[in-house]
């Protein structure tokens, strides 16, 4: 008889929050959040005052909650603050750096900050401006620099210790699309070769769709959706066909409107919408295959729909 294989521990989450409130005066910033976050990179949304910022000044041990528990790794913050901020790596959204200073001394200082010895430190900082590309420009002075380039180091100096944790404010802000492809393929390597568990703070929902593994939406200082992207764009089910010409298109398409069924036509590409969205699949699959069948049609594409994080967004926060 063969000895059954111990099921793995699950991993421990890197943040959890419960009940956290956290208030400015009579400003409620954080009205008792629950959220749990897990490996990986994950997507921080919501609007300019939606609790972002003030979430990860919490995580960071930055403010003191008014109720409810938070821990990071494990830990409370505000009790083992140090061993918490080793652990982190933290881009501030504003781009506010020492003009003057090199970028290859920022780098090594906030290393030396983080426990690296001198030398350690500046070795260190060569290696990790390399990695963002900044390897020649490492001894550029931060004010004769582009945003795009003080973009790197911000995020070079949260990566020197190799942390457990880098948290991302706003770190494609300024960047002209070209930039923020590059900023966000250097992020999502990272999370990947690196093995660092990343949480961006955005505002931008295409980006947060294209590179994290898990996002949180927040609204009104509460927690409107989180969870796996996967898992939570499985919705606005439906069924996507591409046909051969934009005749056959038309001819499906008033085949599976006469049969009741709702349907989007963009030239050759319909999206077909089941009835009850939270009804089995399979009966409108198997009529759009019908109807393609009967029209003798020729089909490039046929999957299944995805909702768009934008929908997901503008459904929860409204």
Not at 12 to 39: F, H, M, N, Q, W
Not at 96 to 122: F, K, N, S
Not at 137 to 152: D, H, I, K, P
Not at 179 to 206: C, K, P, Y
Request: charged content about 25%.
């Amino acid at each position: 008889m063969s000895i059954p294989t111990p099921s793995p521990t699950p991993p421990k989450p890197v943040i959890e929050c419960r009940g956290l409130v956290k208030r400015y005066g009579t400003t409620t910033a954080l009205g008792g959040i629950d959220l749990v976050i897990g490996s990986g990179i994950t997507g921080l949304l919501g609007s300019n005052g939606a609790g972002k910022t003030t979430l990860l000044g919490l995580v960071l041990g930055l403010h003191r909650a008014d109720e409810g528990e938070l821990r990071v790794f494990g830990f409370d913050p505000n009790r083992f603050g140090s061993d918490v901020r080793a652990g982190l790596g933290y881009s501030p959204e504003h781009h506010v750096l020492p003009p003057d200073m090199r970028a290859i001394d920022l780098v090594r200082h906030v290393a030396e900050l983080h426990g690296l010895p001198r030398r350690d430190a500046r070795s260190r900082a060569s290696d990790v401006l390399w990695q963002v590309g900044l390897g020649e420009e490492r001894s550029r002075a931060l004010g004769t620099m582009s945003t795009g380039q003080r973009q790197r180091v911000k995020l070079a100096q949260a990566i020197v210790h190799d942390p457990h944790l880098v948290l991302l404010d706003e770190p494609t802000d300024g960047l002209d699309p070209v930039q923020r492809d590059d900023m966000l393929a250097l992020i999502r390597r990272i999370g990947s070769e690196f093995g660092i568990d990343i949480v961006l703070s955005s505002h931008l929902l295409e980006e947060v769709e294209r590179i994290c593994d898990q996002a949180v939406i927040l609204g009104d200082g509460r927690v409107q959706a989180s969870g796996r992207l996967d898992e939570m764009l499985a919705g606005g089910a439906g069924i996507v066909v591409e046909l051969g010409t934009a005749d056959e298109a038309e001819t499906v398409a008033a085949a599976l409107t006469g049969a009741g069924w709702p349907v989007e036509r963009a030239t050759r590409k319909l999206t077909v919408s089941p009835v009850d969205p939270d009804g089995p699949i399979a009966p409108l699959e198997a009529a759009v295959l019908t109807a393609v069948a009967q029209a003798g049609a020729s089909v490039h594409r046929l999957h299944p729909r995805r909702a768009t994080l934008e929908e997901l967004y503008l459904d929860t926060v409204s």
